[in-house]
């Protein structure tokens, strides 16, 4: 019986801990959607970009992915996302798609430019850098290091044309043995 008291007593207080931890991570954590202006990018790729996703400037959240279209011309993905009203994003700002770490969830990464010009409400960032996945990198990885890196002088002249090989002369027979008397 006693043993059963126990057990009840340490199941509730690992249950408390649970809660604590859970309130905390709950309120230090930023799920709101960031109220703004909406601006759109097109990417080749978004890598498993998720609507409601962060848009960072220099690691702070300043916006969130509204919801991701095909464009029907081109077939690119085309992000739409809402930037906070107190962000003036100039027309010159780059657009990519980052992820927070090997396992970690993807973000679109916004370097603003020096442009004195702003993007509009419904406006598209200009220049975009698409997702790569760690797949694609080693890949590319792989491919540079077994390639034949030649110098472009070498890769231009023509090589010499294949001679037959000289033919050898064979080599005299070994002398007989003797024989004996």
Not at 2 to 19: F, K, P, Q, Y
Not at 20 to 32: E, L, T, Y
Not at 131 to 155: C, D, H, W, Y
Not at 157 to 170: G, K, L
């Amino acid at each position: 019986m006693g043993r059963t008291v126990i057990e009840t007593i340490m199941g509730a207080v690992v249950l408390a801990v649970a809660g604590v931890f859970m309130a905390f991570a709950w309120s230090h954590a930023s799920f709101s959607k960031v109220e703004g202006y909406e601006v759109s990018a097109t990417f080749t790729s978004v890598g498993g970009l998720d609507a409601g996703a962060d848009v960072k400037i220099n690691g702070i959240k300043v916006g969130t992915v509204l919801n991701q279209t095909l464009d029907p011309q081109t077939f690119d993905a085309v992000v739409k996302m809402s930037i906070a009203h107190g962000i003036r994003l100039p027309d010159d700002t780059v657009a990519s798609i980052s992820s927070e770490g090997l396992l970690g969830g993807k973000f679109v990464k916004l370097t603003p430019g020096q442009s004195s010009v702003t993007i509009a409400t419904g406006g598209r960032l200009g220049p975009t850098r698409s997702f790569k996945s760690i797949e694609e990198m080693v890949g590319q990885l792989i491919f540079l290091a077994t390639s034949e890196n030649q110098p472009p002088a070498a890769a231009s002249v023509p090589a010499a044309p294949a001679q037959p090989p000289a033919e050898v002369p064979a080599p005299p027979p070994p002398p007989a043995p003797a024989s004996a008397p």
